[in-house]
């Protein structure tokens, strides 16, 4: 059965529209103007969750008739949480200590769905996934960071991109740590009576 629901990404991340387009989706891209710096909790995988929630209903109140999917991801290495880096210098320094270590990507999911203008439930999840990394050498690792994709992501790498050959290996939802995860949306989209494959657009 085919839905004729919008979806609705609030996120100017490529890497979470890529993902739903590969898996058979087709969202309009909404972005929210929530500022990220005021958004704060005691443990990682709540911060994420308050920030995915809050991007999902800046982003529904503009919409009369749409699910609307806000997402947030930070890195939690030792305890700290790890967001986009400010600059390449501390992009090095960070994989100066992650390198042959580990962190717990965490993903949080909001998915809001409204309908004559109001938002009529709201679902937030947490993914959380380890991820091990590789130690770069220094030319590897300068190289990396003259491309600027480490200062344009959370913790300062990639699963789908130039940094993927220094993860090791990931415990948990690989999607998740690209940005979005496809298992939570599918089971956030059965709390609303429908299936993934409802919204497929191919």
């Avoid at 710096?37 to 109140?61: D, G, I, M």
């Avoid at 609307?68 to 890195?75: C, E, H, K, Q, R």
């Avoid at 949080?108 to 590789?134: E, H, K, M, N, P």
Wanted: hydrophobic residues 50%.
């Amino acid at each position: 059965m085919t839905s004729d629901r919008r979806l609705v990404l609030a996120s100017a991340s490529p890497a979470r529209l890529a993902l739903l387009h590969q898996a058979g989706l087709a969202p309009e891209v909404v972005v929210s103007d929530v500022d990220e710096s005021t958004v704060r909790a005691p443990r990682v995988a709540e911060q994420v969750a308050l920030l995915a929630s809050a991007k999902a209903a800046e982003v529904a109140k503009r919409e009369t008739d749409a699910l609307v999917i806000g997402a947030d991801s930070l890195l939690e290495f030792r305890g700290q949480p790890l967001g986009k880096p400010a600059d390449a210098a501390q992009a090095r320094e960070r994989w100066q200590r992650m390198a042959g270590r580990s962190g717990v990507l965490h993903t949080g999911q909001a998915l809001f769905d409204v309908r004559d203008g109001a938002v009529v439930s709201r679902d937030i999840a947490v993914a959380s996934t380890v991820v091990y990394f590789t130690t770069p050498t220094a030319a590897e690792l300068e190289a990396y960071l003259a491309t600027g994709e480490p200062l344009a992501v959370a913790g300062a790498f990639t699963l789908d991109g130039l940094g993927a050959p220094f993860v090791r290996r990931v415990e948990g939802d690989p999607a998740a740590v690209v940005g979005l995860s496809l298992t939570v949306l599918r089971t956030q989209l059965s709390k609303r009576g429908l299936a993934i494959t409802d919204l497929w657009r191919r």
